[in-house]
């Protein structure tokens, strides 16, 4: 059994700053991918952020300069800083992780934290 937890959501003001962090555990024999998406109300999940393995990122154009996705291997977590929050960053934002347990590999999901950003 694979479990991802995030921590870190809350309420800040525009050009505030906030870090989440997400923890994998369970039977984990590797973590490939990581990731952040986010949905906000009324729209579409949208990928935020991913980091690899080795630790090539990748990022959503509206983010670019601002989000920093990092992971720490050994503690089997994903970071994502966020600096310069905008009001449109507010959504419900989710971790996700490619996993390989010793019997399977599957792509799991945290169950989301709430980021409030206002103007």
């Known amino acids: 059994q694979v479990s991802l937890v995030e921590f870190g959501g809350g309420l800040v003001q525009a050009g505030e700053s906030l870090t989440l962090s997400c923890a994998a555990s369970g039977s984990i024999f590797r973590i490939n991918a990581m990731g952040w998406s986010r949905r906000a109300p009324g729209e579409q999940r949208e990928l935020v952020a991913t980091?690899?393995?080795?630790?090539?990122?990748n990022y959503a154009d509206s983010v670019k300069g601002r989000f920093t996705i990092s992971r720490d291997n050994a503690k089997n977590t994903v970071y994502l800083q966020m600096n310069s929050l905008k009001p449109e960053d507010t959504a419900v934002y989710y971790c996700n992780a490619v996993i390989l347990t010793r019997i399977q590999s599957g792509n799991y999901w945290g169950q989301g934290t709430q980021v409030t950003v206002s103007s």
């Open positions: 980091i690899t393995s080795d630790g090539s990122t």
